[in-house]
């Protein structure tokens, strides 16, 4: 009983509060899904709101309040007379004019919609709001013409012609106006900027045929830099960095435009286009000689295959910055730059003369780079004395590598599946091995080493040669073949070996691969029938395989210059 009267006592001034606050009390009914109380609440809200000062905002709430009870009570239809109520008192109230909108679009009331908009154009002469909700209300119907119509004559109506802008350019992308939608757009965004990304959406969509009229109108005089922003972002979702580079490379040079090449020049990354965000980060650090744009841009050098430009803009970091400093954050990357250059006496030099900054973990780190340094200048013997001395770094990949070198096949099998990197050379080494149970082959590792020490001609030999004398291995060493006869443009021979696999392995994994490759390889020789033919094989007898998004999208694209006979 006493605990009875405590809970009386506890409850009676919270509901008391309740009371005293309509909002509170309309939002913890609305909370606790008591919808017709809720309801109730806001009604009475709305009352005291019209009543007692015309609270606009008091309005707003209950009004939005009620929009939203009454839908979960399925009783949507009641908020129109509510909304008929306000409107009388304000007739321009741009919330109430919304949920009036959205009640009558809903329930397919067109004309009364109508006649709603030509009410709040009435009410609000010169304003555009009455516009824009139309505009978008037909939109969301599916009328695109009629609202491609309704702002036809804004334009007559209106003063400001940018006012409506933004849904000039969506309903013009919605109808393939693409010249129209992007001359909108930036339109729109010159004055409203924060609709960049709804332009790029929007325009991403624009067909091969379409994007050099995107382009002209994003990037005509005077050069701004959101439409550039925009050419960019759309350069790159079209598959051309590079060129949306181009674009925002001529935007002006101020901090605003600062901040929009670091963000591209970290999309580049994101799409491992490291030539390009090579080019980025080295523009930045002429504009502004920053260590952090210096150690950016060697980074993307050394990934973009540019060792040399790698090591330039590493030495460029390194100025002013203690050797402790240098060791921790820049050796690395040097002792790589260096191997890929050869110059592995350099590289151990330059790990000699900061040794007494390195813990036992970064030696271990950089043990690996001297490793490869080592192989590619081609001194196993002094790659194996630096792994050796590593001592319990038991690095699982540069002992794997070491093995396969030596032709120890089962080691660098064990050793090799543990390693944490993932680049093209251990992918390759892998699938050979995972394709071959003989425990040892000194020609494949002959093979892997010509390729650690870039001579890759060599090495495109060998592979090709192993195939008759591993058959269970042959799709991947062919495979291997082809693709490093493509990194030296040797495609004739790439072609080659691709076909091999197709004719002699129909059953290999390698097939889509390969069937991808020989269609592209029709394509630059203007071979659109075989082109055709390749990438329908690998669609319809490949259809779980991974190349197929990528081979739908390049046949798509060449159907849309094929000749009708070929279609």
């Avoid at 000062?53 to 009570?73: K, S, T």
């Avoid at 309903?171 to 900027?193: F, G, K, S, V, Y």
């Avoid at 002959?446 to 650690?452: D, I, T």
Wanted: aromatic share 6%.
């Amino acid at each position: 009983m006493a605990a009875a009267v405590i809970g009386a006592c506890v409850v009676v001034p919270l509901q008391a509060a309740a009371a005293q606050d309509p909002v509170s009390e309309a939002i913890a009914h609305e909370d606790a899904r008591r919808f017709g109380q809720a309801a109730t609440a806001y009604r009475a809200l709305l009352t005291r709101a019209l009543s007692g000062g015309d609270d606009g905002d008091q309005i707003a709430l209950a009004l939005l309040g009620l929009e939203r009870v009454w839908h979960e009570l399925a009783l949507r239809d009641s908020i129109v007379p509510v909304v008929d109520e306000v409107l009388l008192r304000r007739p321009a109230d741009p919330v109430a004019r919304s949920i009036q909108f959205r009640a009558l679009s809903t329930a397919s009331r067109e004309a009364e919609l109508r006649a709603a908009f030509v009410s709040w154009r009435r009410a609000a002469p010169d304003d555009a709001s009455p516009w824009r909700e139309y505009v978008r209300t037909l939109m969301s119907m599916g009328r695109t013409l009629l609202a491609d119509s309704v702002l036809a004559d804004a334009a007559r109506v209106l003063t400001g012609k940018n006012a409506l802008a933004g849904e000039v350019a969506q309903i013009a992308a919605t109808l393939d106006r693409w010249n129209d939608a992007a001359l909108a757009w930036r339109a729109a965004i010159e004055d409203m900027p924060w609709m960049e990304m709804a332009a790029t959406f929007s325009l991403q969509r624009a067909p091969e045929t379409a994007r050099d009229s995107v382009r002209t109108a994003l990037s005509a005089a005077p050069i701004a830099l959101v439409p550039r922003r925009v050419l960019a972002a759309l350069e790159t979702g079209w598959g051309d960095p590079r060129r949306g580079w181009a674009a925002l490379a001529e935007a002006r040079t101020d901090d605003s435009s600062t901040v929009a090449w670091k963000e591209f020049a970290e999309r580049a990354e994101a799409m491992n286009s490291w030539s390009v965000a090579r080019d980025v980060w080295s523009a930045l650090y002429e504009r502004s000689p920053d260590p952090a744009f210096a150690e950016r841009a060697a980074e993307a050098s050394l990934a973009a295959g540019d060792a040399e430009g790698a090591l330039r803009y590493a030495e460029r970091a390194a100025r002013g910055r203690s050797p402790a400093s240098r060791a921790t954050s820049l050796l690395r990357l040097e002792v790589r730059a260096l191997g890929e250059l050869g110059r592995a006496e350099e590289a151990a030099k330059r790990v000699a003369s900061l040794d007494q900054y390195l813990d036992n973990a970064q030696r271990a780190e950089l043990a690996r780079p001297l490793v490869g340094a080592w192989l590619r200048s081609g001194n196993v013997e002094r790659a194996r004395e630096v792994a050796s001395r590593a001592g319990d770094l038991d690095d699982d990949e540069v002992i794997g590598w070491l093995a396969l070198y030596d032709g120890d096949l089962t080691e660098a099998r064990k050793r090799l599946v543990r390693a944490t990197t993932r680049d093209a050379s251990l992918t390759d080494a892998l699938a050979v091995l995972a394709r071959t149970k003989i425990p040892a082959h000194t020609g494949l590792g002959a093979a892997f080493l010509a390729l650690a020490r870039r001579d890759s001609a060599n090495a495109v030999v060998r592979f090709a040669g192993l195939a008759d004398s591993l058959p269970d291995a042959a799709p991947a060493l062919l495979a291997t073949a082809a693709r490093v006869s493509t990194a030296l443009g040797t495609t004739t021979d790439a072609v080659r070996y691709w076909t091999r696999i197709v004719s002699q392995h129909a059953n290999a994994p390698e097939v889509p691969e390969a069937l991808l490759e020989l269609a592209r390889a029709a394509v630059r020789a203007s071979d659109t029938a075989t082109a055709t033919a390749r990438y329908e094989t690998l669609l319809i007898d490949h259809p779980g395989s991974a190349m197929v998004p990528q081979a739908r999208r390049e046949l798509e694209r060449l159907r849309g210059r094929v000749p009708e006979e070929y279609q």
